[in-house]
């Protein structure tokens, strides 16, 4: 029988993936998970250091998330959210509202992070359009800055291998400089962007920003002093702030939403999805404020946000949704500050071979100088010797693992990534 790497590179287009290179680089043909690890179809293991595209949040097959998926699958696995409601949607709204003090208080749903990204700008142009300034169109990113990959998204993203193909077809937004603690650039960063609202604000509608780490940039971090600094300007100069936590919410940074740590106003737009629903279930969510709220309200059907998707609101999604809230509100946070401990202890030692060692919560990063070519890709093949999955951005290796990080577990991540790095810099072959 063809193999089932054979088969998928056959008929499944990868995502993310240049196809012609899946002969060299073959998917790992994965049948099953528990906790933090997957296993083959042969029965060998990996570590899932990534949490499959960071929305594992409790591990593999955990028991709770699928009880709660499966009791709703009993009642109502579907409706449509237009002209309909029903208790897991609304719950799940109100308990993130709550976790705002309420200053977030309207959640629009919508299938995946590029999604929220699309909505959240749409929202933002649409509420100053109602309220009679349609000329504030223009958004706001930051360099380096990734919010996913449909077009606006993309018109708000400055990766280039995502969006250079696509450029022709892209709005074209400001990009402003981005802080970043390796360069100790934040003030100048926050100047930049006052010389740009000063100079536009007539005719910008919204900033979007990733709190506290650029993920796709290679974990790029910057202080909550940056992000106090942005809310004051956006509110200075009158426009939106786009809180996108697609991959930094849900405790990810040591607290629930990353923005909590500014101490500073909500944004105007908090966007979430990957770990929102601990790895079961695509859903994204947009919180907003009453006051872009109440731009839309109106007997006038043209002044409402018309905007769906088939499957918005999701009972199942929304059942998984409630059980990562209920894991929070149980204590997880404390745990992941213990967690996030024994990384940085486990970790210490590799920072005098690699340059930029650095941790927000359970994010944990760095660099390494004078990478030989496609080195990401070669360190991806050599960890899995190491029963490591793990894909390096760049030069830049990052953890971002399942909340399941006992002494055991940070000593194994440590050595494997440790002789992965030898591996690929002493060239032994994967």
């Not at 579907?78 to 897991?88: F, N, R, S, Y």
Request: include cysteine.
């Amino acid at each position: 029988m063809t193999s089932l790497q054979d088969r998928s590179r056959a008929a499944v287009w990868h995502p993310c993936t240049q196809m012609a290179r899946l002969a060299d680089v073959p998917p790992l043909p994965i049948a099953r998970g528990a906790g933090p690890w997957l296993f083959d179809s042969d029965g060998r293991r990996y570590f899932d250091a990534n949490s499959s595209w960071w929305v594992n949040l409790f591990g593999h097959s955990d028991r709770a998330l699928h009880d709660a998926i499966k009791a709703q699958l009993d009642t109502l696995p579907h409706v449509m959210l237009a002209g309909c409601t029903h208790e897991p949607a609304v719950r799940l709204a109100e308990r993130l509202s709550a976790r705002t003090g309420g200053a977030l208080g309207h959640a629009f749903f919508g299938s995946d992070g590029a999604s929220a990204v699309e909505i959240a700008l749409k929202q933002s142009f649409h509420a100053w359009k109602n309220r009679g300034l349609p000329g504030k169109r223009e958004f706001v990113c930051l360099k380096h800055g990734y919010h996913g990959e449909t077009l606006g998204a993309l018109s708000v993203t400055d990766v280039q291998v995502f969006r250079d193909a696509y450029d022709p077809l892209l709005m074209r937004a400001h990009i402003v400089a981005s802080p970043d603690a390796r360069l100790g650039n934040e003030a100048e960063a926050l100047a930049a962007m006052r010389t740009l609202l000063a100079g536009r604000h007539a005719s910008i509608a919204c900033v979007i920003v990733e709190p506290l780490v650029q993920g796709a940039a290679g974990m790029v971090m910057h202080s909550p002093a940056y992000l106090k600094g942005l809310r004051e300007l956006t509110r200075e100069f009158g426009v939106h702030l786009i809180a996108d936590e697609i991959a930094v919410g849900c405790g990810r940074t040591g607290s629930f939403f990353a923005w909590e740590q500014t101490q500073a106003d909500w944004p105007d737009f908090m966007l979430l999805s990957k770990g929102i629903t601990g790895g079961t279930l695509p859903l994204s969510l947009v919180l907003t404020t009453d006051d872009v709220f109440a731009a839309f309200w109106s007997e006038d059907v043209t002044r409402g946000f018309l905007h769906s998707h088939s499957y918005t609101g999701n009972p199942l999604a929304c059942a998984a949704a409630n059980a990562v809230l209920d894991r929070f509100d149980a204590g997880q946070l404390d745990d992941n500050r213990a967690q996030a401990a024994r990384l940085t202890r486990a970790f210490a030692p590799l920072a005098s071979r690699v340059a930029h060692l650095r941790q927000r919560g359970m994010i944990l990063a760095f660099d390494v100088p004078d990478a030989p070519p496609r080195f990401a890709e070669r360190f991806h093949l050599a960890a899995r010797a190491h029963e490591l999955l793990i894909r390096p951005i760049g030069n830049t290796v990052y953890l971002m693992p399942p909340y399941l990080i006992d002494d055991t577990a940070a000593a194994f991540l440590a050595g494997a990534v440790t002789q992965t790095l030898d591996d690929v810099l002493n060239d032994v072959p994967a």
